[in-house]
């Protein structure tokens, strides 16, 4: 029988395979004013849904929160779950969970734009207002935390009479500069590509909210000096925020590598939470971008599954870093480490709290490689906004491990005792709460999208022929 | 074993008459576990009773604690030797550097660690840092007479040499820093040196067995330097390199380690 | 001396603009007589306009040197005054000295990159300026300085350059 010459099915043209690039925001134009509209109607567009979520959260944030914070400094820190060996429980879990979920902010707002990632364009902003806010949660939690709050002013190097001033050997006077220093410089980078869209809105408002947009725009008009200035501050402060990012968290965890317990004397420590904090931080942005696209008008045109796919992408990629620190942090006490490093490795693995320890990695590993590869899988916002979900679950016990369980175990066996956390519950679900009331107040004060960084970006992108298929083109004005 | 003294040199030491380094003897061997110590400390200090609910969730006030473990299964069990633990005075404390308010410092005179209470804002970080978990917080409004009204009459039987601490704050075992300085008054007064024996803290004042010793390091003739250069002593947790100012004497196996 | 009026000519695209900028230079108006005013940032030479000039990086570096002297006064400073022994460290630590430095750096360079801002832009400043709101929907507006006599003849060459509108540039409350 002859060699039956079948002839493979030809592979279908890559070219009809390929999304059509007007796909892309970046190559499907609008005229900017129709833009503008577009930004200013799912800022003033409040449905129903919009004030009852915004009451419930401020209900929970008075209750959980203030009323809750008020319990707390009048009847002193008994009412929390902290004890001895236990000192440090849940407030720090969250300090450092929050300072994690603003790193992502200043990533996509500093990182992207430095490396001229064009996808980041529309949800810089949106971003960056998670830095802050997520700062504001942070800064609460160290507050919450603190035996006599009302003398923690003690911790400003001010000149008095009596000559007192904060010790500067403690890493928590280095976490007091580093994060004010992060929350200042982020707000004034978060208020700096946001004020051509103050002034767009103090020309299209009137009444009060003309005032008040106008008093914020400081008189913006977009002159060539006032664009060359706001370009040069802007691009100083994405390169010198980096090294401050990735400097606040590398200080924080010093708050545990410094001490001389077993399991937080660790040297790898600083790029570990670093890692850590990019990894629960962009899982966040995905979360926040899908509640924006799915609940705010028009956001459909800004957020597109293109920008779900570079999240989804960074996050697949912060994961598998994530893993390695991870891994680094668990081999070495594993191998022929301290007695009492291997006694908590071993509480951590198999006492009474192994259940966390195999959802962290579960919602840490498992979960973001099995669905993170697939491409059309990252560019399913709602898929993406899940996964955000179960890996920030996952990276909220993984600081639950790293503080109140590793305190258990200390080199004194007469002193460990398990943590049960106590009004924590109430003001962790208030700090939440107010993360979430935040944001949605801002985003019916601020326009969520930079439409002018979009313009831009959409000018610099055409559509070029070359052989058979329009190729985008990315030029670069500056 | 003799503990070796290393006085390190600052730039910027003030220029003081050292009253002494002190330091402290425990024989294990023939401490009985009484907690006579831990009652005389605590009405000595001014230290609260927390109650019932909170002692059993780790939060009790001892500035000194009888450790107690034993070896082995039941029926065959062995108690191992009493170890009171109490704050060790470190010379290289690392409860001092990590407090962000300067509320834990270095006395370079007597070269124990000082706590200033009112200083402290509560951040704990000493507490975590500290090795041998010898220091304690003020959860709670334990003294307050306005709180808990059963305290009322108690407030007579306060220390008037000793601060009563708020809630928020946190403390610790002071090597009795109050008889030190009273001692170091009386002998000044009479210009003279501090004799041996002539300051005893109250845990040492109490113990039925004397089982703690205390007094100067710094001179070899004191009982607690002869005590401290037996072969049966020991510090705690020597290899972290904290450099503590208690020797424990045991003289069981493995050099006595407790653990 | 002939009264000389300033025109505001409003331009949709980039290109169309660049060539009136050009033809604008053709008739004897200078660049220091001539301001852009656009929705997004256009460089100068994209107009073919000499770019501007910022301080804003020299602000900032001098907030940057004052951030370092502050962050060394704080950690050799203060012990230098209230020397204060803890845990056995040295009084004046070094590795201690890099971090504290560093970050006062930053928040110098950044703070004063801000400012630098404001100082170079007369930020904020609520007087009344030339300006259209159209500006902010995306149009380019030159702002031009000419002889009132010669104002129609630039209105008819703009306007066969494509520029949407060309009046005289009042003055208004933002």
Known sequence: MAVAAKSLPLRKSHAAEHDDPREHLMHDPRPRGEMNDMVIESMHSTTWKYWTATGILAVIVVTCLFYAWYYLIMNGLGVAGVNRPVYWGIFLVEVVFWIGISHAGTFISAILRVLKIESRRPFTRAAELMTTFGLVQAGISVFLHMGRVWLAYWLLPFPNERGLWPDFHSPLMWDFLAINTYLICSTMYLFLPLIPDLAMMRDRSTGWQKVFYRVLALGFRGTEGEWKNLHTAMNLFAFAIIPVMFSVHTIVSWDFAMATRPGWSSTVFGPYFVIGALHSGMAAVAIVLFLIRSTMKNMKYFLRPEHFDTLGKLMLMVSMAWAYFYFNDYLVPWYGGDKWEKILSTFIQSGPLWFLWYTMLICNIVVPWSVLWNKKWRQTPWLLAITGFFINIGMWLERYIIIPETLTINRMPFTWRIYVPNIEIFLTIGNFAFFFLLYMLASRVIPLIPVWEVQEGQINHTLRKVGKVELPTLSEMD | MSSELQLPVFSNTTEQDLSGIWGMAIDQDVCTGCQACVAACAMENNIPFVGEVDAGYGRSMQWIRIERFWQGTFPEVKMTPYQPMMCQQCHNAPCEPVCPVYASVHSVSEDINLQVYNRCVGTRYCANNCPYQVRVFNWRDYTDARVRPELTTLQNQLNPDVTVRRRGVMEKCTFCVQRIRHAEDTADSENREIRDGEVVPACAQACPANAIVFGRIDDPNSQVSQMGLQSRGYKQLEELGTLPRVTYLNGESNNGRSS | ?174
């Open chain 3, 1 to 174: 001396m002939s009264d000389s009026v300033t025109l505001l000519a409003l331009f949709e695209d980039i290109d169309p603009a660049a060539n009136a900028i050009e033809k604008l230079h053709d008739l004897g108006v200078g660049d220091d007589d001539m301001n852009i005013i656009s929705g997004v940032p256009i460089p100068g030479r994209v107009l073919g306009r000499p770019g501007a000039i910022t301080y804003v990086s020299r602000i900032a570096l001098t907030g940057a040197i004052l951030g370092m002297l502050f962050g060394l006064s704080l950690i050799y400073g203060i012990p230098f005054l209230y020397p204060l022994h803890v845990g056995g460290q040295a009084v004046y630590p070094v590795p201690i000295g890099w971090i504290i430095t560093f970050e006062m750096t930053m928040l110098g360079l950044m703070v004063f990159a801000f400012l630098g801002l404001f100082v170079d832009s007369g930020f904020p400043s609520y007087t009344p300026k030339e300006y259209v709101p159209e500006i902010s929907n995306g149009k380019i507006a030159i702002l031009f300085k000419c002889e009132s006599k010669d104002r129609k003849k630039f209105v008819d060459t703009l306007t066969k350059l494509g520029a949407e509108s060309v009046k005289p540039a009042e003055a208004r409350q933002l």
